[in-house]
């Protein structure tokens, strides 16, 4: 495993003391700044979750769940407010690429579509749940409703995947393969989320041309 800022597990156990600290600097900045994409989120909470138990993270579980809850909703927050201020601005400087205007058009469709658990499902990808806020905030959605799917979303992303470490962190082996495809499951969960999502708008379309 490469050691550095990409290995989360290095990151925390090289910490000492302050490895909640940094695991909620961490978060913050994943959630909250547009250069935040390039963090391992995912696998840096699964990791948490593990050295929790391993007592390497040598802090309470509620304590760790509860500062990451905290950290991932502020970041959101941060990010919310970029976006309402100079969200417009920023997206428009380029027409390609990941922040580009193009980008926040793609962005904005689905809010329309999918309306605000939007916020919710974007927790779970990567690199979309860095640009979600900023994208809220750049279309004008109702600060409160992204409040409520702020707090949803940071609470079960966090607490899903903490504890998932923290369990399965108890098993050998399991924790070395989910921390290796653990995106690619989170996809999975999105993946089947969103369907559920298009089952329901197709049957409530067939069930207005039936009347």
Known sequence: ??????????????????????????????????????LPGDTLLF??????????????????????????????????????????AVFERKQAGLISKASLDRTNAFFERYGARTVTIARFVPVVRTIAPVAAGAARMHYRRFLIYNIVGGALWALLIILAGYFLGQIPGVADFVSKYIDIILIGIVVLSVGSLLVNLLRQRRARSTT
């Open 1 to 38: 495993m490469i050691r550095g800022i990409f290995d989360p597990q290095s990151i925390i156990e090289s910490s000492g003391p302050w490895g909640l600290l940094v695991v909620c600097a961490i978060i913050f900045v994943e959630t909250g700044l547009l250069i935040g994409f390039v």
């Open 47 to 88: 990791f948490t979750g593990v050295l929790t138990f391993s007592g390497v993270l040598n802090v309470p579980l509620p304590v760790v769940i509860g500062a990451v809850i905290l950290s991932a909703v502020i970041g959101d927050q941060l990010g919310y407010l970029i976006g309402h201020r100079a969200g417009p």
